[in-house]
């Protein structure tokens, strides 16, 4: 069999990657498909640890695999919605732009 | 029946307030004003119902005891009693009352909250007289210049503010210093009731029965040096005495006349009363040492105040310094009460009877003549009294019967301001001769004074304003007939008043602050 | 029925104070009711007073009391006496009163006041009457200062004439400095001795020797101390008696209706004094040099009064200084001979001083209210009535030989006062001369000189109401004198009654020639002088300064006011700066207080509390800026920091659990 840390190397690659793409882009898309590249990341490792850990015949793992999978898509399917609504409103949607969060300085 | 005679002194003092309650909801200015007089008057029925079954009891015992535990940290009690010092003033303020809210029913601008407030006075009056207990007492003490300085300074004269604000604050003052001085002597003597400080503590509705204790052995002498002079130094400005008197001129010209009839004719008898429940008893020794300096110190205020008034050119100053002259008569047998054994019993049985005879007395009189400077100022538009003249023509009913008052001020026999004058003089002269004899001068003055006041009011031409001004309606008749009234039955039978106070002439006579 | 006379005696004293009371309440115009009421009051006075005449003579001495005031174990009581001397007290009052009320009618009936005269005369008859039987110095007192009152209200009566209000005032002042003296003298003399009752079932201050043991105690400057509680109550005497220096409100209250001066001024309250000392005298005598001085002070004001009526040009005011003089005389005869001399004087001088007064009110009535002497003239013609009995007064007065009672009363002054001492008793001579003269000044010029009235004024005699109680009060000028003389004095002994025997009374032929002399002597020279004059006295050009003097009545008053009332106007303005003295104080003291508040405020609480507080706060701020400006809004930066953080905890919990 193939070694467990290979997958779990594997993961925390993508997950990096994911993470790098989080911070680093601009775009709110691109923001979002590197969030999924995450989840990816961490159903990967949840399936890795199903696979080869100590109850294999049961569902846990791959049920909660499939719940994050659904619950993923509702996210992004949110996610798309507020980008567009954003982009509606402030005919951007570059998160560097987005910052009415911060405090005025007076 | 029983809940009315277990805590008969506490309903009498509380009945008031649900006068006051009653107001509340009243809207309609006549129907105040009748809730008012009810309330007055049942007040004053029950009080004198009271008294008298207390005179019929002898007079001679503590009656209507209420002592409930209030702070016992401090051993402030609730402490309630009817006894020969404060049955007269009780009833003085009784008989009062309804007189002066007559006085101010026809006032405009009396609405709900003088009435109110004149109720609440009348409580506090009451709860100052029957308590027993310094924080008891002190609370009322406090309590009675609230009403009074509002009254002053909503319905009083030009200079209101100002006057209701040094009467406030000065006789505040005072009763800081009473305060001050109390708190000294707990801590030296672990109680605060007046009756236990006076070493003829009540039998055992107590705990138990009390020995005179020798309360001014606790207290260390120069202490209690401080402690005499600081109470009454306290005392002093309410009275008023001489050097502390400067808050009355401006209260009693300012105030509304109904209001100074009050503060005249009860609430300067406040200060007296203490001095005989408070001082008296506490230090037998100092009481002794100081009484001649106190003599002199009567004295002084006696004929210092009266020579005073011969200048003043406002009917209501003058009426207010010989109101203080007055007073000092009563201080003066304080004094002579005071006196220890250089002064014989019966001397001091004169003086006290007298101090309190000239406490009713004076309260009567004062009340009247006040009543009559506000019924003139208001009718004629001045208050000075070069603007009045020739009364005589267009008033003679009201020249009458001011007459009358005025010279019961003088001290005519016949009516009740000799009397006590008489037994006062009796008491003081044997030991203070010569503050007796200026007092004495005193009351030449004071019937020169009156007399200028009545020549110049009464007789003489007929000034501008004085024209205007018509003669007592049926209610002012009404209002004054019960102190005429009292003026010539005190004057001619004064023994039942000297009855009331008997339990306490007989305490002094037995020892008591010897 | 013995019983009952004691007890209904006090009517003679309430029977006018109710009719004083009822006519108090009535109306105006309701005058003949209120005269018929004061006259049914002392009517019934009288009636008692007389019963108890009658019950003295039979019976001895007795009071009736009851107490009044019970201070604790002592108690006061007031009582009132039947005795020789209240009883023929009560009796003149009550008679003159009468005589007096009637004539008042008839005299202010014009008027519009009446019933007001008749309340305040009923007034005073009721304090009078109750000071002379009074058995008690406080109930005594008491009546003396109701009778100053009603005195006070009478002089003052025409209140829209200025100068009877003041002289009203006067009166009520200057008695009650004497009151003042009598109070303190009456509480001394009862802290002294217990007692202020002077007949009480032995008790009393006048029985027996109750007195003696302390006569002489307690010395202070010389006189013992029961001496000067008799020179402070002689004080009060003095101020109701006129004697110097007391006397200035007699004149004064001439102001006052004629009735009032007759009945007041003349006849009873200003005997009140002298009625004082006679009841006191047990006490005084037990110190002889008191009497001394009331002698003396007496014999003074008596030789004051005769040189001042001897320069004065109002009628009324002439009989008030002869008043003046003759209580001086009543004095001294008090001082010197005791009771029976002074009393004797006081009731026959009651009689014709009344009567002079009352004639002279018919004069004054009769020329249409002319007071001056000067003005008058030939009403011997005009108003015989009146003449005649003016002209009894005037003798009773002057002391003509044996025909009327004043040579009876003041016989026997001068004849005790010649064994007393010999100055006095040349001074009293003096006096006596000077009375006739100036009397004589006055009857000559009234009545027989010729008129000097306005022309065409006729006077007329005054009404019967009138003159009919000059007619009985000069009968019994005339009559009364017979009770007292030296060979039969029946009024000596009724005086002193059931106790002891009287002075041998040896009589003084030497005395009575003398006083006959005199009296003709001064009668003689005034007529003399004032024969046929109409217009200037003689004796203002004779005696020029010393006669202007004597007008003035020797600037006394006036000097008083300067004196006495300068002095106290002074005192009060004084005290009057000191009390605005004592509100610039307060207000010093006020603003000092305000001051300290301020500066606490501005310095202490404005600048360190509250300013350092709010600098804290300033910085917090500033710091918190500083530590904003981190965020700046950037998502991507928050995620970053927050992934940063979270790798860092675990590498921590990696550690630590390592």
Known sequence: MI??????????????????????????????????????????????????????????????????????????AIGLALAILIYRKFRNIEVDRLNDLKEDIE | MSIFTDHALTWLTFIPLLGVLINCVVTSSFTVRVITLVTTLVVMVYGLVLCVLFAGNKAATLAYVEHYPWISLVNANYFVGLDGINAIPVVLTLLLMPVVVLAAWRNPRAGRLFFSLLLIEQTALLGVFTALNFYHWFVFYELTLVPVYFLIKYYGGTHRSDAAFKFFLYTLAGSVLLFVCYQLLHYYTGTLDFVTLGGHGIMDTI?????GQDFERMVPSALAIFLFWGIFIGLAVKVPL????SWLPDAYTQAPPEVVMLMTGVMSKIGIYALVRLLLPLFPELNAQF??????????????????ALQKKEIREVFAYSSMNHVGFCVLAFACVMGGAAVSSSDKAFALSGLFLQVFSHGITAACLFYFAGLLEERGNTVLISGFGGLRNVAPVMTGLFGVALFASIGLPGLSGFV?????????????????????AGLIVTALVFLKLMERIFFGPVTPQSETIHDLTPMEKVTLIPLIFLMFAIGLFPQPLVYLAQGAIQLIEGGVGQ | MSDLCPRLFCIVALAPFLAALVSAFMRREQKKNSAILAIAGISASLVFALCGLVYVLTHGPITVGFNWIVPGANAIRLSWVLDPLSTSMAAMVSFVGLLIFIYSYAYMHDDVNVTRFFTFLSLFAGGMLTLVISNSLLLLFMAWEIVGLASYLLIGFWYHKPEAVAAARKAFITTRVGDIFFLIGIVWLYSLTGTITFLEEGRGLLEGNRLQPIAAAGLIFGLPALGWCCLLIFGGAAGKSGQIPLHVWLPDAMEGPTPVSALIHAATMVAAGVFLIARLYPVFVLVPLVLHIVAWIGVLTALLG????????????????????????????????????????????????????????????????????????????????????????????????????????????????????????????????????????????????????????????????MTMPLIVLAIF??????????????????????????????????VMVLSSLIALSGIGAGYLVYRGRGLTDPLETRLGVVYRLLAQRLYIDEMYDAVIGGGLRMISKLLNAIELAFELVLR???????????????????????????????????????????????????????????????????????
């Not at chain 1, 993470?19 to 995450?38: D, F």
């Not at chain 3, 010093?588 to 350092?612: M, N, P, Q």
């Not at chain 3, 970053?640 to 860092?648: D, P, Q």
């Open chain 2, 420 to 440: 006590s004058e008489f037994l006062i003089i009796r008491g003081t002269l044997p030991s203070y001769p010569w503050q007796t004899a200026v007092s004495c």
């Open chain 2, 207 to 211: 705990e138990g029965p009390l020995p």
């Open chain 3, 306 to 465: 005769a040189f001042l009526a001897v320069a004065q040009n109002d009628i009324k005011r002439i009989l008030a200084y002869s008043t003046i003089s003759q209580l001086g005389l009543m004095m001294l005869g008090l001082a010197t001979g005791g009771p029976a001399v002074g009393m004797f004087h006081l009731m026959a001088h009651a009689f014709f001083k009344a009567l002079l007064f009352l004639g002279a009110g018919s004069v004054i009535h009769g020329m249409a209210g002319e007071q001056n002497i000067w003005k008058m003239g030939g009403l011997r013609k005009s108003m015989p009535v009146t003449c005649l009995c003016f002209v009894v007064g005037y003798l009773a007065l002057s002391g003509f030989p044996f025909l009327f009672s004043g040579f009876w009363s003041k016989d026997e002054i001068l004849a005790a006062t010649f064994a007393f001492d010999r100055t006095l008793f040349v001074l009293a001579v003096v006096v006596s001369l000077l009375t006739a003269f100036y009397m004589t000044r006055l009857v000559m010029l009234v009545f027989f000189n010729p008129s000097r009235a306005a022309d065409g004024f006729h006077a007329h005699e005054s009404p019967r109401l």
């Open chain 2, 291 to 308: 009484a001649p300096l106190v003599a002199w110190l009567a004295a002084l205020s006696i004929i210092v105040s009266i020579l005073v």
């Open chain 1, 3 to 76: 070694p467990l840390n290979f997958y779990l190397f594997f993961a925390a690659a993508l997950f990096s990657i994911g993470l790098a793409g989080v911070l680093i882009r601009r775009n709110t898309i691109a923001v979002l498909i590197s969030l999924e590249l995450m989840f990816n990341a961490a159903n990967i490792n949840f399936i890795a640890f199903w696979r080869y850990g100590l109850m294999p015949e049961q569902f846990g793992g791959y049920l909660f695999t499939l719940f994050s999978i659904a619950i993923a898509a509702a996210e992004v």
């Open chain 3, 477 to 510: 000028s005339i009559g009364f004198g017979f009770i007292g003389t030296p060979w039969w004095n029946g009024f000596g002994k009724f005086l002193a009654g059931h106790h002891g025997a009287e002075a041998e009374h040896h009589v003084n032929y030497f």
């Open chain 3, 588 to 658: 010093l003291l006020s603003a000092v207080v305000t001051g300290l508040a301020w500066i606490l405020e501005k310095a202490g609480d404005r600048y360190l509390v509250d300013g350092s507080f709010d600098r804290m706060c300033d910085g917090l701020r500033i710091t918190g800026k500083r530590f904003l400006s981190v965020q700046r809004g950037q998502i991507t930066e928050t995620i970053g920091y927050g992934t940063l953080g979270v790798v860092f905890g675990c590498l921590i919990v990696w550690s630590l659990l390592k």
């Open chain 2, 242 to 245: 001489y050097p502390l008197h």
